[in-house]
């Protein structure tokens, strides 16, 4: 409508407008795109995970044969694939699952990011974490009692602050342990 308004500013009859417009071709956003730009199906997509696992002081698992990785985020469990959309994640205190062709490693995080780039890259970065398999459910059971009595009023309030989040994440430990 515009277009015919502009026309007849200009004098031009309308039907020479119309005409004109209703028999160019359209343009279609394919015709735009060159070979190059052009995809082929699946030649160029890697079926793999390049993980980073780091925390401040430590690399504590780095592969490029990651098939998935299932992490405890606070928007939920989470399974990231090779070609995953990019997306940072903060982490809970949970368990990373990395899961390679040969069998899969389990690690316990406090909690932290998980960063997903482009080209299958994740880097997780934490605090603190480590294998599951250093953790005893009964050294689990006796740390909460410790830190219970400690938040049920046995200290500073600093020291009750500090017992409730041991707590916190031992109880994830816990439950991640049976």
Same mark, same amino acid.
């Given at each position: 409508?515009?277009?015919? =308004?502009?026309?007849?500013?200009?004098?031009?009859?309308?039907?020479?407008?119309?005409?004109?417009?209703?028999?160019?071709?359209?343009? =279609?956003?394919?015709?735009?795109?060159?070979?190059?730009?052009?995809?082929?199906?699946?030649?160029?997509?890697?079926?793999?995970?390049?993980?980073? !696992?780091?925390?401040? +002081?430590?690399?504590?698992?780095?592969?490029?044969?990651?098939?998935?990785? *299932?992490?405890?985020?606070?928007?939920?469990?989470?399974?990231?694939?090779?070609? +995953?959309?990019?997306?940072?994640?903060?982490?809970?205190?949970? !368990?990373?699952?990395?899961?390679? $062709?040969? $069998?899969?490693?389990?690690?316990?995080?406090?909690?932290?990011?998980?960063?997903?780039?482009?080209?299958?890259?994740?880097?997780? *970065?934490?605090?603190?974490?480590?294998?599951?398999?250093?953790?005893?459910?009964?050294?689990?059971?006796?740390?909460?009692?410790?830190?219970?009595? &400690?938040?049920?009023?046995?200290?500073?309030?600093?020291?009750?602050?500090?017992?409730?989040?041991? &707590?916190?994440? !031992?109880?994830?430990?816990?439950?991640? !342990?049976?």
């Amino acid at each position: 409508m515009n277009s015919l =308004r502009l026309a007849a500013s200009r004098g031009l009859p309308r039907t020479a407008v119309r005409s004109s417009s209703l028999s160019s071709p359209v343009a =279609r956003p394919s015709t735009f795109v060159s070979q190059q730009q052009r995809r082929g199906y699946a030649e160029e997509v890697s079926d793999k995970i390049k993980l980073s !696992l780091t925390l401040p +002081h430590q690399a504590i698992y780095k592969s490029e044969d990651v098939v998935q990785v *299932n992490i405890a985020a606070e928007s939920g469990e989470m399974g990231i694939l090779a070609q +995953h959309v990019p997306s940072i994640e903060q982490l809970k205190p949970g !368990l990373v699952e990395v899961i390679e $062709g040969g $069998g899969s490693k389990q690690f316990f995080l406090s909690g932290g990011f998980a960063v997903v780039q482009p080209g299958s890259k994740l880097s997780i *970065n934490a605090v603190e974490g480590y294998p599951l398999d250093d953790f005893s459910a009964d050294a689990v059971r006796s740390q909460i009692s410790e830190a219970q009595k &400690i938040a049920s009023g046995g200290g500073s309030e600093q020291d009750i602050a500090e017992a409730k989040i041991e &707590i916190e994440v !031992l109880e994830s430990l816990q439950a991640v !342990l049976k």
